[in-house]
């Protein structure tokens, strides 16, 4: 497993869909994972340090975790199939060790609430990791064929975000 941090949250030009780079920490490949708006703003609060009058549903799982008496060991993104990214969580407590199926956009946004090494295995690293020019100062950043990411930053997905919640209405749902 190679270790990751989160380097951003950026939205893709093309696509104008949240993407999440996770960059090794000894190395410099990025992974790239489209997530969705509302895991992009889960994530981008947890990277702003919001704090929700009442918990949210990270704060909220770390919470049982905690009251379980175990704690989140690690995140590791293990594999992608159909072009569909798994993690697992690997949960300790009691002397036994967990391992629970999750979404990556769940499993990161889970990892910076609590403080648990975010992991991806050596295979997927190896055929799905990019090597991107990403500047320190979050101007921009290339992917390596040069093409741009859009700066929209997390806080432009969160006021996205926050438009759509504002307009939808239940029957936009169906049954």
Do not use: C
């Amino acid at each position: 497993m190679i270790e990751v941090v989160l380097r951003a949250v950026r939205v893709d030009v093309g696509s104008s869909t949240p993407l999440l780079l996770l960059e090794e920490v000894q190395g410099d490949r990025v992974l790239p994972i489209y997530i969705g708006a509302p895991e992009a703003a889960a994530i981008a609060y947890a990277l702003q340090g919001v704090s929700a009058p009442r918990p949210m549903t990270h704060d909220l799982l770390g919470n049982v975790i905690t009251s379980l008496h175990a704690r989140l060991f690690s995140v590791e993104i293990t594999e992608l199939v159909d072009n569909t990214f798994f993690a697992t969580l690997r949960l300790l407590g009691d002397q036994n060790e967990i391992l629970v199926s999750a979404r990556p956009s769940d499993a990161v946004a889970l990892a910076l609430r609590v403080g648990a090494p975010i992991l991806v295995a050596d295979e997927l690293m190896a055929r799905e990791g990019k090597i991107l020019q990403l500047t320190d100062d979050d101007e921009e950043s290339v992917d390596e064929n040069g093409e741009p990411f859009d700066e929209g930053a997390a806080a432009d997905i969160v006021a996205q975000f926050g438009e759509f919640l504002d307009q939808v209405k239940p029957e936009d749902f169906g049954q």
